[in-house]
């Protein structure tokens, strides 16, 4: 069953390539440690990053119900062996979301971008 959707578009350049290093306060606070050291595989980090919290937006959209405040370090946006994105949760996002559904659940997402823009969709299922 759907538990919720949201969606996302994301200027890419409100991740300014200056800002885009180890350390940095806004990618340590809003990237889990498995994220930036996945960012490394990349050649464009400002891509990478941009998408990534789009996906997070999008994910805590689909979960809003769950009623936690946007909590990107508790979202977490990892490829999968065949360069899928896959959704990891934790934290008192992942409790809030057990809790709030008592059931077994899913969140799916996809990433579209071009030079400018990036959009992700994400549907939360509970089975």
Not at 3 to 25: C, E, H, N, V, Y
Not at 85 to 106: H, I, N
């Amino acid at each position: 069953m759907i538990f919720g959707i949201g969606t996302d578009i994301f200027l890419m350049s409100r991740i300014a390539k200056q800002a885009i290093s180890d350390g940095d306060p806004f990618i340590m606070r809003s990237y889990t440690e498995k994220e930036r050291k996945e960012s490394k595989n990349h050649n464009n980090l400002e891509i990478y990053y941009a998408t990534r919290f789009s996906a997070k937006e999008a994910v805590y959209k689909s979960i809003s119900k769950i009623g936690l405040e946007f909590r990107p370090e508790e979202i977490e946006i990892l490829c999968d062996l065949d360069g899928c994105p896959r959704v990891f949760l934790y934290g008192k996002t992942e409790q809030a979301l057990s809790q709030k559904t008592s059931k077994k659940y899913a969140v799916f997402i996809s990433i579209s971008y071009d030079t400018e823009y990036c959009s992700t969709f994400a549907v939360a299922e509970i089975f």
